[in-house]
């Protein structure tokens, strides 16, 4: 009698140490590799920018990033929502320049990586991005023959060691753009062809400058990316590095049931796509339909890669040539934000809709239908113990990995 | 007798925890058992058996999320290569409603019924799906892939 109860006993241990033991699957620990900042590639080359890489254009990039005067009234700079210390965001639910946006700053993080910019992608190369705000009227508001001629005044001698000699100014307008106010956009249309394709290659290099500077900006290692090294070549965590069962829970619904990773995949958290995923528009500001109406914006764009102004080849603008330009899969769709240090940046969505990771994971759990288009996103049964767990996982991919 | 004893308890025990291991394979595997997951072969005739066609990444592997070339290499059932094709590309993920994340489109004619298809992207894992609208001489029909990453 006392044998077969040993033997039960010893059983039930063996099953119960199967059971309890190893929480991940080989099929999860392969997805949970796949997310780990060690899996991240090296930065590719741009070739449609060949200062990308020059360390003198990186530092002109960066001056200029600060520079408050590169705006129209001297007190706007690309730093003013795209804060240093605040992940290069603003925490604002719209960013504010010299007015008020309609969209949320996104932060800088691996933004070199991106095939798309802004939320819908508008913008097809980190340099062709950061030419917009400069001359949009609620961010820097200034216009391209007043930076041409700002760039030659302060940083003549630096711009032309890096991009060679500067074109004659001397009769271009102080002020002059085609997207400028009635009598910048008359200076530019009274300017000849040459006139406008040289104040357009300055430009063009401004941003190719601040672009070389923003690919220094890259995601730093989390206690999820430790996690996930020790997971996978099974060692055993430090006690700081440790998840706790609810951050495994957390994990496991993230990649799971809760279906994050479909879109927010890779190193960076992110398919690279446009989704609609049925949040909500913001009442007081205008219509906004994503990315359907950015692909014309994209194609008009004279800085784009299919424009005079990449360096390279075409082969560089497969995005470009390839992109979808008309589906209805495109009408409120948004770029995946990277979770990266997200926790540590409400608010959410392309205008800050929701104020915490609790609304976020609500607002997917619900999967209301969106006001125009069809949302990618359906229904999911989540305990309030599930969703406490995903917001607890996300606030590991916040969190520094100890040294 | 005790020896007898002994085998049939460990005959017994080991019974227990092979029926208890059977259990927790059952339980953490629960695809298995369901129906297998699309074709994903890469060569195949169309639709009405008008062509053969194969659809190979021109890489070898496919990556996730990078802009990718693929082959599409189209013969007649007598094994001729189609040439002239006018090919037509859609597609996208059937369990999530929506389409691909690029337009792939034919660009080039390489030869020996050969057409290099350039834009493919698969941006997320899963299962995938691109249609071919093939018209040629030889006449019109369709083929479609599963790509599942």
């Known amino acids: ?403 | 007798m005790a020896s007898i004893w002994r085998y049939l308890l460990a005959g017994l025990g080991l019974t227990a925890l092979l029926a208890g291991i059977l259990a927790v394979v059952y339980l953490m595997a629960p695809q298995w058992g369901q129906p297998t997951g699309p074709d994903v072969s890469r060569s195949k005739a169309s639709e009405n058996g008008l062509f053969v066609a194969s659809f190979q990444p021109e890489a070898g592997a496919v990556r996730q999320g990078e802009l990718e070339t693929w082959l599409l290499t189209l013969k007649t059932k007598a094994g001729a290569p189609v040439e002239g094709a006018a090919i037509a590309i859609s597609g996208g993920m059937p369990q999530h409603d929506h389409g691909l994340p690029t337009s792939p489109q034919a660009t080039d004619y390489l030869g020996e019924g050969q057409y290099r298809i350039e834009g493919v992207k698969f941006t997320m894992s899963g299962w995938w799906q691109l249609h071919f609208a093939i018209s040629a001489t030889a006449g019109s029909d369709t083929v479609v892939f599963n790509v599942v990453l």
């Not at chain 1, 949320?104 to 991106?114: E, F, S, Y």
């Not at chain 1, 965590?237 to 957390?250: K, L």
């Open chain 1, 1 to 403: 009698m006392r044998r077969p109860a040993r033997l039960l006993a010893l059983v039930a241990v063996t099953l119960l140490a199967g059971c309890g033991k190893p929480q991940f699957s080989d099929a999860e620990k392969k997805t949970v590799a796949s997310l780990a900042l060690s899996n991240l590639p090296a930065l590719k080359t741009d070739t449609t920018n060949r200062f990308a890489d020059l360390p003198a254009a990186a530092a002109l990039g960066s001056t200029l990033f600060f520079d408050l005067s590169m705006s129209r009234d001297g007190t706007v700079s690309c730093s003013t929502c795209h804060k240093i210390d605040r992940q290069f965001q603003d925490d604002l639910p719209q960013a504010v320049g010299v007015g008020r946006t309609n969209r949320r700053t996104m932060p800088l993080a691996g933004v070199a990586r991106d095939p798309w910019f802004f939320w819908d992608g508008r913008r097809d190369s980190l340099w062709a991005q950061a030419l917009t705000p400069l001359e949009n009227p609620l961010e820097q508001a200034g216009n391209r023959a007043a930076y041409a001629h700002y760039i030659k005044a302060r940083f003549g001698e630096r711009y032309e060691r890096i991009f060679g000699p500067l074109p004659d100014l001397s009769s271009i307008p102080a002020n002059a753009s085609p997207l400028g106010n009635d009598a910048e956009q008359a200076a530019w249309k009274a300017m000849s062809g040459a006139q406008r394709d040289a104040v357009n290659r300055v430009f063009a290099n401004i941003g190719k400058a601040i672009a070389a500077f923003e690919r220094s900006i890259e995601p730093q290692p989390t206690r999820f990316d430790r996690f996930a090294v020790d997971l996978v070549t099974g060692a055993k965590p430090r006690p700081e590095d440790a998840f706790s069962p609810q951050e495994i829970q957390g994990l496991k619904l993230f990649i799971g049931k809760a279906n994050c990773v479909t879109c927010h995949n890779g190193p960076r958290f992110t398919d690279n796509s446009f989704h609609n995923t049925g949040v909500p528009p913001v009442k007081d500001l205008p219509p906004d339909r994503g990315r359907i109406d950015a692909v014309a914006q994209v194609e008009a764009d004279p800085f784009n890669c299919l424009s005079a102004y990449r360096d390279g080849d075409a082969s560089a603008c497969g995005e470009l040539r390839f992109m979808v330009r008309d589906a209805p899969q495109l009408v409120r769709a948004y770029k995946t934000p990277s979770l990266r240090g997200a926790a540590d940046r409400p608010p959410y969505m392309h205008a800050g809709q929701f104020s915490s990771l609790d609304e976020v994971v609500a607002h997917y759990a619900k999967a209301s239908p969106s006001v125009e288009g069809v949302s990618e996103v359906h229904p999911l049964d989540l305990s309030d113990r599930e969703r406490a767990a995903l917001v607890a996982f996300l606030k590991t991919l916040s969190e520094q990995a100890g040294q």
